[in-house]
């Protein structure tokens, strides 16, 4: 039985995450998914998909539209190839195993970007981001790092406005694929509906503060929270 007192400090988490992708463009998942395994696993992945899909909702609605839509549509349809393996990975797999094998190709990427192999947003790239989120996203709710990766060197707003998109059409690919294997559970939906006033203060409190972010910081910070997500992954599996 989840406390629901749990659920409330939670909250916290989901605030501070939703306040780094507002600024960002992705990171919320990568904040909340450590705190939500170890004080609450029963609610993972749907809980955290469920503000998956409402932070971008808020994003779209309030802030410019500036969207890579060619770019976006193969990752979207590279994404929907493979959310049935995030959906078996769920059913048969630890998440411990999941944690590792997402955090190792995280990490890989970001050495791969700093590198001469330079990671440009272009069609094979986005197909590539896709795919792997497709199974990431699914399983651990962690999916925007690779598609930030391939976009870290656009604008700042089309890389938020292009995230926001993929997240909101990636997290009702999750949810329903979840929904149909019965991996969707009515307190997923709830935790997730509780947590809105979290999320919506979390975008309030960042709106004045992202505007602060160029094209270069932008990059970096993607970079390092790219770093922030592959370490936190393997933290959780091997502590945790």
Not at 16 to 28: C, H, P, R
Not at 34 to 41: C, D, L, M, Q, R
Not at 95 to 117: K, N, Q, Y
Not at 176 to 189: K, V
């Amino acid at each position: 039985m989840i406390s629901w007192w749990v659920v409330l400090g939670l909250g916290l988490a989901l605030f501070v995450g939703a306040l780094v992708q507002s600024m960002i463009g992705f990171g919320m998942a990568v904040v909340a998914v450590p705190f939500v395994v170890v004080a609450a696993p029963d609610l993972m992945p749907g809980a955290v998909l469920v503000t998956s899909f409402t932070l971008p909702v808020v994003q779209l609605a309030l802030a410019p539209l500036d969207t890579a839509w060619r770019e976006l549509g193969w990752a979207l349809l590279a994404r929907l190839v493979t959310t049935p393996l995030g959906v078996a990975a769920v059913a048969l797999l630890s998440t411990r195993v999941i944690s590792v094998a997402v955090a190792v190709l995280i990490l890989v990427t970001v050495a791969t970007s700093l590198t001469t192999i330079e990671v440009r947003m272009n069609a094979r790239n986005a197909v590539a981001a896709g795919a792997i989120a497709g199974v990431s996203g699914t399983a651990t709710s962690i999916g925007g790092p690779f598609l930030a990766l391939v976009l870290q060197h656009e604008r700042p707003e089309r890389i938020r406005s292009t995230l926001a998109v993929f997240f909101l059409l990636g997290a009702v690919m999750a949810i329903g694929s979840l929904g149909l294997a019965g991996e969707f559970t009515r307190e997923q939906l709830v935790a997730g509906l509780v947590w809105l006033p979290f999320i919506g203060a979390g975008y309030a409190v960042a709106s004045p503060l992202r505007h602060r972010l160029d094209g270069e910081r932008l990059r970096r910070s993607v970079l390092t929270f790219c770093v922030v997500a592959g370490v936190s992954l393997v933290v959780r599996a091997l502590v945790f």
